[in-house]
């Protein structure tokens, strides 16, 4: 049976001839906590469509910072005859939309779709003022 106990090698230090048994030297790396990249926009770049915001300043041309579920992302305004959202006026419920879309573009109101006989329609869309 052989004998389980460990050998301890001897080696010989080639900088000041002196015997170190069953070690090796090794730079000592501290353990510094890893940096997260920056991952922030530059402040000339704006985010696209998707992308998330806190302001409307935020997003690109032609895009708002609107509501969707719990956070907020760069929506496309609507043009004339697309659904649109009537944001701050007293008219409209108090309640937050979970899926919020951005007001009418320029020379455009968000208005209601007069639909048939259906003068109240929730459905809102951009209309030429």
């Known amino acids: 049976m052989e004998d389980a106990t460990p ?3 001897r080696q010989i230090d080639d900088q000041d001839d002196t015997d170190t048994q069953g070690t090796t030297e090794h730079p000592i790396q501290e353990n510094k906590p890893k940096r997260k990249p ?20 935020d997003c690109g041309p032609g895009l708002c910072c609107a509501r969707h579920f719990w956070t907020k992302i760069c929506k496309p305004v609507p043009l004339e005859g ?39 329609s929730r459905l809102r869309v951009g209309q030429k003022i």
């Open 82 to 120: 697309q659904v649109c959202s009537r944001r701050g006026h007293k008219d409209t419920e108090q309640a937050p939309e979970i899926f919020q879309r951005c007001d009418c573009g320029p020379g455009l109101s968000c208005r209601s779709q007069a639909t048939g006989n259906q003068q109240h």
């Open 38 to 57: 920056n991952i922030k926009k530059s402040q000339g770049s704006k985010g696209q469509e998707g992308e998330s915001c806190l302001r409307t300043f």
């Open 7 to 9: 050998v301890l090698e």
